[in-house]
């Protein structure tokens, strides 16, 4: 079985979250394991979230630090 690149799988489901919908890293590393199978940690969840909003300019706004609680803005 091929192994998924965590970052296009991220980017996938990014671009097609809607507005509004508040997620965490731990959120998308089960969801990337219930789809693929592999498991990625959830800093690089994060770390490619960073990248993705950098590349798209989408707004995806950190609202609870300290949960890594995101939520898609724009």
Known sequence: MKKTNAKSWLYKVMDAMPVGIQFTSIDLMKNCHSETGQTHM???????????????????????????LYEVTG
């Open 42 to 68: 959830p800093s690089t969840f994060t770390r490619h979230l960073r990248s993705y909003r950098q590349e798209t300019g989408r707004r995806i706004d950190c609202v609870k630090k300290d949960k890594s």
